[in-house]
């Protein structure tokens, strides 16, 4: 199966997702996921501002960090936020009229803009183009700026090889060890500032990642 294939069938599995995850979630999700996100910012070395800056938040989903930077110039791209809109009770691009959304795929979103802070979050292994995209999230973060980035990493390499031979792990198109994520980001002079477990597995570990830009 192509790249291109695998991105399709994750987009549609993704939306399938967030349709099954949001019956279970109360009332309280927007109140969680804000505690969440502060939880995972606390983890940022050095600590990142999150107001009066330029922000970005690539493939943001229904309830980003873009939440939680009211006083920042924000913008925030999704290719499935009319179906997010559509179809989940609780995000609507009204709620949030601090931030500039984008209807688009990060591939096809263009802007003479960068930024202080780019927040690449559960997102960069979504992507249908692996390597263009982390050479575009760099050149959208200003020089001294930070990227910020988190997503699930393979713990075995063998296991990696299973997973990338088929549809093993469908919202991932993606299946790379840390090591090789991690090195197609120097690759474009980026600094890892800080680098935490968020998350730990049997197959997987969920690390967040912090880069600054020379």
Not at 46 to 54: A, E, L, Q, V
Not at 133 to 151: D, Q, Y
Not at 153 to 172: E, Q, R
């Amino acid at each position: 199966m192509n790249n291109k294939s695998r991105w399709k069938l994750a987009q549609y599995f993704e939306i399938r997702w967030w349709k099954s995850y949001a019956k279970s979630q109360n009332p309280q999700y927007l109140k969680d996921k804000k505690r969440y996100w502060q939880s995972v910012l606390d983890k940022i070395e050095p600590p990142i501002k999150t107001t009066d800056i330029s922000a970005i938040d690539v493939g943001c989903g229904p309830a980003g960090m873009y939440i939680m930077l009211e006083n920042a110039d924000i913008t925030a791209v999704d290719p499935l936020l009319q179906s997010y809109e559509n179809e989940l009770s609780f995000f609507s691009r009204k709620m949030y009229p601090w931030v500039k959304f984008n209807n688009i795929s990060f591939e096809a979103f263009n802007t003479i803009n960068s930024f202080d802070v780019v927040f690449c979050l559960n997102a960069l292994n979504h992507f249908e183009n692996l390597e263009e995209s982390v050479k575009k999230l760099c050149k959208l973060t200003n020089s001294g700026g930070r990227l910020i980035v988190s997503l699930d990493v393979h713990k075995k390499t063998w296991l990696k090889k299973i997973f990338a031979s088929g549809p093993f792990d469908v919202l991932h198109p993606h299946q790379k060890t840390e090591q090789e994520y991690l090195h197609l980001f120097y690759n474009h002079q980026m600094k890892l500032t800080s680098q935490n477990k968020l998350k730990g597995g049997r197959i997987f570990d969920y690390n967040l990642y912090s880069f600054e830009k020379a």
